[in-house]
């Protein structure tokens, strides 16, 4: 006779968090996101800060592009937003950042990508291919929804949106953990409930910034998703 799987009741009952009865507890290994996301050696450290610019938004992504005066290793991104139908999960917005290669690499760059329910009940990061529930990386300080920790392996940011500017606009400032709270990147949105046309927005990292780029770019993304669906 083979043997038999025996599934008693206490198998079958599910959390009572809705986001645990959804997503399995996924937690990789300290070796694996201790690391930094692919290509950061393409980063070298400016000697001044560096304005990054956004292309329109197209059929489903946009690109984040240096100025045409920097480096020619400072790569541009693309950000690409679809939506998650799966009908056994809330329906999501999923945001991937690639890093754009030149013309004789063929594959653009895998360097993560985050999802959140339309109701908030579940988000999802994926960094170095090592997925987390994105609560584990994110939180809120105080309850505030401007003011926000990101801790992902050894690296600790701090942004704090609170200030706004005279458009509506909020004024994000990204800090360092270290013991001297280092300013290492700036960002501002266009303000949300503006009529159109709406102001470009504004993505400025400092030469300190640049060794924690993809982690910022990254974590600015996650706030601004964050912020957006709290109207």
């Given at each position: 006779m083979g043997s038999h799987i025996v599934v008693?009741?206490?198998?079958?009952?599910?959390?009572?968090?809705?986001?645990?009865?959804?997503?399995?507890?996924?937690?990789?290994?300290?070796?694996?996101?201790?690391?930094?996301?692919?290509?950061?050696?393409?980063?070298?450290?400016?000697?001044?800060?560096?304005?990054?610019?956004?292309?329109?938004?197209?059929?489903?992504?946009?690109?984040?592009?240096?100025?045409?005066?920097?480096?020619?290793?400072?790569?541009?991104?693309?950000?690409?937003?679809?939506?998650?139908?799966?009908?056994?999960?809330?329906?999501?917005?999923?945001?991937?950042?690639?890093?754009?290669?030149t013309e004789d690499e063929s594959e653009d760059v895998f360097v993560g990508e985050f999802e959140v329910s339309l109701n908030q009940t579940r988000g999802v990061l994926t960094m170095i291919r090592a997925p987390t529930r994105l609560s584990n990386v994110l939180s809120s300080v105080d309850a505030s929804r401007g003011h926000w920790l990101w801790t992902h392996g050894n690296v600790q940011l701090r942004w704090d949106c609170r200030t706004r500017l005279e458009d509506g606009s909020p004024m994000c400032i990204c800090y360092g953990l270290d013991r001297l709270s280092s300013q290492l990147a700036t960002f501002v949105p266009p303000p949300m409930l503006a009529s159109p046309p709406l102001p470009a927005a504004v993505f400025t990292v400092f030469p300190d910034g640049h060794e924690f780029f993809e982690h910022i770019l990254m974590s600015m993304l996650v706030v601004q998703r964050k912020m957006t669906m709290l109207l």
């Amino acid at each position: 006779m083979g043997s038999h799987i025996v599934v008693t009741a206490d198998d079958l009952v599910r959390s009572d968090s809705p986001v645990s009865s959804i997503l399995p507890d996924y937690h990789a290994s300290e070796d694996s996101i201790a690391g930094r996301p692919p290509h950061y050696s393409r980063h070298n450290r400016p000697v001044n800060p560096i304005s990054y610019s956004f292309t329109n938004w197209g059929s489903n992504f946009m690109l984040l592009v240096p100025p045409s005066n920097a480096s020619e290793m400072e790569p541009s991104y693309k950000i690409s937003v679809s939506l998650n139908l799966n009908p056994f999960l809330p329906i999501s917005f999923v945001t991937k950042v690639e890093m754009v290669l030149t013309e004789d690499e063929s594959e653009d760059v895998f360097v993560g990508e985050f999802e959140v329910s339309l109701n908030q009940t579940r988000g999802v990061l994926t960094m170095i291919r090592a997925p987390t529930r994105l609560s584990n990386v994110l939180s809120s300080v105080d309850a505030s929804r401007g003011h926000w920790l990101w801790t992902h392996g050894n690296v600790q940011l701090r942004w704090d949106c609170r200030t706004r500017l005279e458009d509506g606009s909020p004024m994000c400032i990204c800090y360092g953990l270290d013991r001297l709270s280092s300013q290492l990147a700036t960002f501002v949105p266009p303000p949300m409930l503006a009529s159109p046309p709406l102001p470009a927005a504004v993505f400025t990292v400092f030469p300190d910034g640049h060794e924690f780029f993809e982690h910022i770019l990254m974590s600015m993304l996650v706030v601004q998703r964050k912020m957006t669906m709290l109207l």
